[in-house]
């Protein structure tokens, strides 16, 4: 196959992503001259909308963003909430948090490993055709998903925008019979993650090194979710907030997210690969041992192997839930008391309000950061003495690792120049994919100066 | 998006087109969570446009079209108008495609409110001063209400669509779901503002189950008195700016609850 020294390709509507994007690649006298990652979707102003509404609205609001991951807003909005307002949720808070979060792990890995990555290792259109040639697999990673959905309804209350949460905990706390009907579903779907390791692990990887600086949450010795220091594989390692001090957001022509480099400068990836690779000696036993076995190397630097990595976090997100069901004991109070200052109206005890308002001083401020299924999840917010949202600032995984999926064009482009067009352009679609990209996520957190007509 | 070619009621299986429009994709991941069901339904129906799930892209007219998201931008202004030429019924999901969605909190703010504090360059941006509806841009054949939908309730809508008959999704409020699971009522017994007595059913009454007041998700369920709510509320002890924010919010579009945050708005 020869063709012109000169050309471009690309895709304007990627498939099997979430929300709206595409890319484009330019190849100039044979060389990769130009890649974007064009995200069009429509912003929805989210940072600019959440002023002047109740802090205790945060994590029904920022759910909103994604509803793939809204359990990742509800958390990181409520630890920077928390952190905002001086408020310690009880270890029992934090752990039905943290098997919350197991759920959305599991529900997103599994539908991103089985229905929207997977297919691309057999030439597959989509999951359909999956199943046409292999239905039980599919059939598996329905049932992960559905387990992962099971938990976040029990403890959430559904499994999309889950109405459970709330700044300091949660409305009401499950019984401890709901929790323990979680134990035989997550068992089998222990044995099913095994089994995915292992499907995976025999899949065709192109051969593709990324030098990437990995960006993680590490959480005293467990493998990190809801929180814990930020750390990379540069040597950083501070808080909440002194990451939000180190993340500078650039706003550039093609895309409707902002890109973020660290200290202005570098780009860096964050999601399951730099996760495994700064806390793989954390993960629970059967999950290091489906790791080894995957012949899983620390760190993974293949792009592709990604879907490994996410395969061994699933295993690990039902082994973690299983110990937090089987050594669950309800919150009690479920929310950590809290200022209401205004109420938020809808769920509020109205006679409260006054009581909060003298509590709540001077304005506050506070970060927080949670590792969504794909990546660190930053939320800052400042919160005025009537308990209303001065400031907000939300920094979604995506945008975080755009610079770094456009690296990974260039690099899967430049190897693959001698391929024919078409399956250069599916090659790269799959670059994109391999760090399951939340187009939605990343294109909802631009503030506007809107024009109207006089 | 091509119109061209022509699949047809004739043909034996339907055509279906999701489209997305702005929003969460939420509604969208609400149809992949219907586990059990998800290989026969997109096994009773050909996948003409889907892209969350398949690189397949057929050309219209399709049969079947469900749009999730609402319209805020001139492009999607004329993108759906292209979408309601290709579909012979088309359905809306989902909040933000039937009222706008929480983004329509942006047809409430001032120009001045918008400050672009970390927005460096507006002229990369094109987007329309209001998140309306898509029902305010072309016919729709029917609304299937909620924030997200309930999963459930979408089966119900697509297998009444396949058997050609009206779906059976209920209007009326969401105290008929919390009565019936067996819930004491929070507005009455505890004073905590609901919203239950004017919004759709349809979730199940999940938020009073879970302890709290009822936030409208569902939107406006019929024939509702939104102001004998609000005289209850204040008395309670809400006051108007809690009043406009409680009625404002992911159903802030829909008309009851426009007017009614509006009756509680100091500015115009």
């Known amino acids: ?454 | 998006m091509s119109v061209a070619g022509q699949v047809g009621l004739a043909h034996p299986k339907p055509s279906l087109a999701v489209w997305k429009f702005a929003s969460c994709d939420g509604c969208q991941v609400s149809l992949l969570d219907l586990e059990d069901q998800l290989l026969d339904l997109l096994g009773a129906l050909d996948i003409s446009y889907f892209l969350e799930v398949t690189r397949t892209v057929v050309d219209g007219p399709y049969d079947l079209a469900i749009v999730e998201g609402s319209v805020t931008t001139p492009a999607d202004a004329e993108r759906i108008k292209a979408v309601r030429a290709a579909s012979h019924f088309l359905v809306t999901v989902g909040a933000c495609a039937t009222a706008g969605g929480i983004q329509a909190l942006r047809n409430y703010a001032d120009t001045g409110e918008y400050v672009p504090t970390v927005y460096a360059n507006p002229a990369y941006i094109s987007s329309l001063p209001t998140s309306t509806p898509v029902s305010a841009h072309v016919t729709v054949d029917f609304e299937l209400h909620g924030c997200p939908i309930n999963p459930v309730q979408l089966l119900e809508v697509i297998t009444a669509y396949l058997a050609g008959r009206a779906p059976r999704i209920p209007d009326f409020p969401v105290c008929r779901e919390c009565k019936a699971a067996g819930n004491v009522c929070l507005l009455v017994a505890e004073g905590v503002a609901c919203l239950g007595p004017v919004t759709s059913a349809g979730c199940g009454a999940l938020c009073p189950t879970v302890g709290r007041g009822c936030f409208g998700c569902f939107g406006p369920a019929s024939t509702v008195n939104t102001a004998s709510l609000s005289s209850r509320l204040a008395a309670d002890g809400a006051s108007q700016e809690s009043l406009k924010r409680i009625f404002r919010g992911f159903t802030a579009g829909a008309p009851e609850f426009e007017k009614e945050s509006s009756r509680h708005d100091p500015q115009p």
């Open chain 1, 1 to 454: 196959m020869t063709h012109s020294r000169d050309y471009a390709f690309g895709v304007d509507a990627l498939a099997r992503v979430e929300g709206e994007g595409g890319f484009r690649v330019v190849v100039r006298d044979g060389a990769v001259s130009e890649v974007a990652l064009d995200i069009f979707e429509p912003p929805r102003f989210f940072e600019a909308l959440l002023v002047g509404r109740s802090y205790r609205e945060a994590p029904d609001i920022t759910a909103r963003i994604c509803g793939i991951c809204p359990v990742a807003y509800q958390m990181s909005s409520c630890a920077a909430m928390e952190s905002a307002l001086d408020i310690v949720p009880s270890r029992q808070v934090v752990d039905l948090r943290r098997l919350l979060y197991c759920g959305e792990w599991l529900q997103s890995h599994a539908l991103h490993v089985y229905l929207l990555h997977a297919p691309d290792f057999f030439g597959y259109e989509d999951a359909v055709q999956l199943a046409a040639h292999d239905k039980p697999v599919v059939e598996r990673g329905l049932a992960l998903k559905k387990t992962g959905n099971k938990i976040m309804g029990t403890v959430g209350g559904r499994a999309v925008h889950p109405v459970n949460v709330r700044v300091g905990g949660f409305y009401k706390a499950p019984s401890p019979f709901e929790i323990s009907a979680l134990a035989e579903p997550l068992r089998r779907a222990l044995d099913a993650s095994l089994a995915t390791v292992e499907w995976v692990a025999g899949f065709d990887f192109p051969d593709v090194t990324g030098d990437y600086l990995f960006v993680a949450l590490r959480d005293e010795g467990r493998y990190p979710i809801e929180g814990g220091r930020v750390v990379s594989s540069g040597g950083l390692d501070c808080t909440p907030a002194e990451f939000a001090d180190a993340v500078v957001e650039e706003h550039v022509a093609r895309s409707t997210a902002l890109h973020a480099r660290l200290f202005g400068q570098k780009p860096y990836l964050t999601g399951p690969l730099a996760r495994y690779a700064l806390n793989a000696g954390a993960l629970t036993p059967l999950a290091a041992e489906a790791a080894r076995r995957a012949q899983l190397e620390v760190p993974c630097r293949n792009p592709f192997r990604s879907i490994v990595v996410r395969a061994v976090e699933m295993v690990f997100a039902c082994e973690e839930a299983l110990r937090l069901v089987e050594s669950y004991e309800p919150p009690e109070p479920p929310a950590a008391d809290m200022p209401d200052p205004e109420g938020n109206g809808a769920g509020a005890t109205p006679g409260a309000e006054r009581a909060g308002a003298e509590r709540a001083g001077a304005e506050r401020a506070g970060a927080g950061v949670t590792e969504a299924p794909r990546g660190v999840l930053l939320h800052e917010y400042n919160v005025g003495p009537d308990g209303l949202i001065r400031h907000a600032r939300i920094v979604p995984p995506t945008s975080q690792n755009q610079l770094t999926i456009e690296a990974d064009l260039r690099r899967v482009a430049e190897a693959g120049l001698e391929l024919p067009p078409e399956e250069l352009t599916k090659r790269a679609e799959v670059a994109v994919r391999n760090h399951d990209p939340c187009i939605s996520c990343a294109a909802h957190f631009l503030d506007l100066t809107l024009e109207r007509a006089p």
